[in-house]
């Protein structure tokens, strides 16, 4: 089971720090992911990061430079910091896992946490 929490109401330009803790699930063998969704749309691929130490990393065009994924492995967690947050950061946010795939972590999700970035 995966749990994501951290989301809040926050201000155009604060900081954020999502996490993800994995109840039953060893982290370190699955590849995790963050993605979001607001009302309406898809829900959009956000960061991912691989299995183990985590050495892989990848993020979306519109987060890179501004939010980093990163894992805590001994603990189960995964966090996605976020910072510069901007108005069109409001989501839903939810935390995925999968064993075999890096490139499409849909194996198991967690419920969402919300962000909302006032202007």
């Known amino acids: 089971q995966l749990q994501a929490y951290g989301g809040g109401l926050v201000q155009a330009g604060a900081s954020l720090r999502l996490s993800c803790a994995a109840s039953g699930r060893t982290t370190s063998s699955y590849h995790m992911g963050w993605f979001r969704q607001t009302p309406g749309k898809e829900r959009e691929f956000v960061a991912a990061i691989g299995k183990g130490s985590g050495v892989m990393r990848r993020y979306a065009d519109s987060v890179k430079g501004r939010f980093a994924i990163s894992r805590d492995n001994p603990n189960n967690t995964v966090y996605l910091q976020m910072n510069s947050l901007k108005p069109e950061d409001t989501a839903v946010y939810y935390c995925?896992?999968?064993?075999?795939?890096?490139?499409?972590?849909?194996?198991?999700w967690g419920q969402g946490t919300k962000v909302t970035v006032s202007s």
């Open positions: 995925a896992a999968d064993r075999a795939s890096y490139f499409s972590i849909n194996e198991y």
